[in-house]
């Protein structure tokens, strides 16, 4: 426990992030900025945010690209989940933006930005549920009424989940409770997911791997990060974190046809995420197991600075993945 030099008592410290002071209070230090939904003026992408959950508070921004000559047509969806280590950032954050914008106009696509409760102020699952509750509330426009632009724009036959780092993570969990629930037949039949986008996903563990054992306070910097988000008697053995730690379900149940892994070659958390591809790769499930990894960049490089050469490139990587079939 520290003080601060306006005298407030600081409880967790959890560099580059934040601060928790002993009356309740968190000071964030990055992911704070946000702009508006606007018309994007390098895109010409368009968006706006809407209240879904509204008992929770938890609302997205939706992205669609210039209309078409054509009204009519439909653009595959994409259901997005930041990243932040669950704890920082929002779909307003005006670098999300930029890059969701941009990822937009190159793919074609219309995009759901969900912006889930964060913690500390609301522990994890609730990133979790209210992810899961997102996607509900997306499924619940095949063949009904709600939000015009996804009625007028989306195809539903083409669903798509992604995210980035703590999204990544959010995407692989929903993907897994979406087969889950697939084999429930009272629930009757569910929004089908094509594919899963997971760029430098969020994954951790107890016992190093690659080169986390070569920087054991590194490694410990950030096991505290999970430690703190996540408070458990499991650590960074914990499914949510890990996905091969015991009493996680099997990848087997991953209710998708293809995913795409992409890795930052310097980024800390790059070991888990070849795991996680190699591990695709051997299990059971039965899709199309994708890997792309990026030299000389680290942890979400395309976010930082989504103008630059290799961001661009990524971006490209990733929206093809989204017109495949």
């Known amino acids: ?4 030099i306006n005298a407030k008592v600081v409880v967790h410290d959890v560099p580059p992030y934040l601060k928790v ?3 309740g209070s968190v000071e964030r230090f ?3 900025e946000t702009v508006p939904p606007t018309l994007h003026s390098d895109t010409g992408v368009s968006s706006k945010d809407v209240l879904i959950l509204p008992e929770r508070g938890v609302s997205a921004r939706l992205y669609r690209p210039d ?5 009519h047509k439909k653009h595959p969806l994409v259901v997005y989940f930041h990243g932040g280590a669950f704890c920082i950032s929002s779909p307003a954050d005006p670098k999300y933006h930029d890059m969701l914008s941009k990822l937009v106009k190159e793919a074609q696509i219309v995009l759901v930005s969900v912006d889930y409760r964060r913690a500390p102020e609301i522990p994890l699952p609730a990133a979790y549920e209210d992810s899961w509750e997102a996607l509900q509330w997306v499924a619940s426009h095949i063949g009904n009424g709600g939000e015009a632009w996804l009625k007028e724009s989306a195809d539903f036959d083409r669903v798509y989940l992604a995210g980035d780092s703590a999204g990544a993570n959010i995407s692989h969990h ?3 409770k979406a087969g889950l629930e697939s084999k429930n037949p009272s629930l009757g039949k569910l929004m089908k997911i094509v594919g899963i986008l997971m760029v430098h996903p969020y994954f951790w563990g107890k016992d190093p791997i690659g080169v986390e054992a070569e920087n054991p306070m590194f490694k410990s910097v950030v096991d505290k990060w999970w430690e703190f988000i996540c408070p458990s008697d499991l650590g960074c053995d914990d499914p949510w974190i890990n996905p091969f730690a015991i009493g996680a379900p099997s990848l087997e149940g991953l209710a998708c046809g293809k995913i795409l892994v992409c890795v930052a070659a310097n980024d800390v958390l790059r070991e888990r995420g070849r795991l996680y591809h190699q591990s695709l790769v051997k299990s059971a499930w039965k899709g199309e197991a994708l890997f ?4 000389g960049e680290d942890h979400v490089f395309h976010v930082i600075d989504s103008g630059s050469e290799k961001a661009m490139e990524l971006i490209k990587k990733c929206a093809e993945f989204f017109n495949e079939d």
């Open 174 to 176: 929903l993907a897994i």
């Open 292 to 295: 792309l990894e990026t030299q």
């Open 67 to 71: 209309p078409p000559a054509d009204h």
């Open 21 to 23: 002071y002993e009356d």
């Open 1 to 4: 426990m520290e003080t601060s």
């Open 30 to 32: 990055l992911g704070v």
